[in-house]
Nanobody
Framework: QVQLVESGGRLVQAGGSLRLSCVAS????????MGWYRQAPGKKRELVAR???????YHSDSVKGRFTISRDNAKNTVYLQMNSLNSEDTATYCC?????????????WGQGTQVTVSS
């Protein structure tokens, strides 16, 4: 079973950048589709970005052009590079995974890392 551990979240000023990391243990992530979700207080969890086993990516409209998801299978790590952060990006960011080609209804989750953007 894969275990996911996120890191990289912190307080950052608006306009700044962060890179989140999700390190997997237990199995190689090369067998998994991976993604990042976020949830802000009082809001529903939303998909931020996903990367399929093939390497193809999807970014939500709210982050497109600012965030980039990537994976390094050799390091068993998925990244989320976040640029031009604004207050609406404040949320807990969770890494998710699903064994298979595409990330649909992920069944593996990390504990999350907090990102807070100050204006």
């Amino acid at each position: 079973q894969v275990q996911l551990v996120e890191s990289g979240g912190r307080l950052v000023q608006a306009g700044g950048s962060l890179r989140l990391s999700c390190v997997a243990s237990g199995r190689t992530i090369s067998d998994y589709a991976m993604g990042w979700y976020r949830q802000a207080p009082g809001k529903k969890r939303e998909l931020v970005a996903r990367i399929h086993r093939s390497g193809s990516t999807y970014h939500s409209d709210s982050v497109k052009g600012r965030f980039t998801i990537s994976r390094d299978n050799a390091k068993n790590t998925v990244y989320l590079q976040m640029n031009s952060l604004n207050s609406e990006d404040t949320a807990t960011y969770c890494c998710a995974a699903k064994r298979g080609l595409v990330l649909i209804q992920p069944d593996l989750w990390g504990q999350g890392t907090q990102v807070t953007v100050s204006s």
